[in-house]
């Protein structure tokens, strides 16, 4: 193969490519959340409005313009939330049972950069707070949560 040839092919791939690009940029669906909690710069929570609970379901994490569902999230959310000082995790209230009266509230505490629940509490978001080593404490100021990424 000519050096001709190896630079037309070159050339022509590139611009394959950009083009395909060019064309899957223009094709990318905006969804419109009703509810969007801001982590840090790159990293949110949305949420879709459910009028008949009147509370927020299907909770998305949104890294930059990728967008991943949280599978685990099992239930609703008045979307009251708490976030660590290293912006890692959320600590966010979760509502399940029927809409009859018997719900029952608790919480989540979620890992934003491995898009899971770390762990599953048993009191709400106001019951607690993050302490200046990510660790989350319960009203009496006990651990619950160490704050690190292999509890």
Known sequence: MTYTKI???????TASLLLFNACYQSKRIQINYDKVITI?????IAFTYDS?????????IIF????????????????NYKVSPNKKFVVL???????LGNQQIS????????????RYLSTTVEEGRWNSQNEWLNH??????KGNFHE
């Open 64 to 79: 930059g313009d990728r967008q991943h569902e949280l599978i685990s999230f099992d239930g609703r959310s008045n979307a």
């Open 140 to 145: 009496s100021g006990a651990i619950v949560f």
């Open 40 to 44: 840090n710069d790159h990293e949110k």
């Open 107 to 118: 919480s989540v505490i979620i890992n934003i950069p491995d898009n899971i629940i770390s």
């Open 93 to 99: 209230d979760r509502i399940v049972g029927n809409e």
């Open 7 to 13: 630079i037309t092919r070159s050339l022509l791939l």
């Open 52 to 60: 008949t609970s009147n509370l927020y379901i299907r909770p998305v």
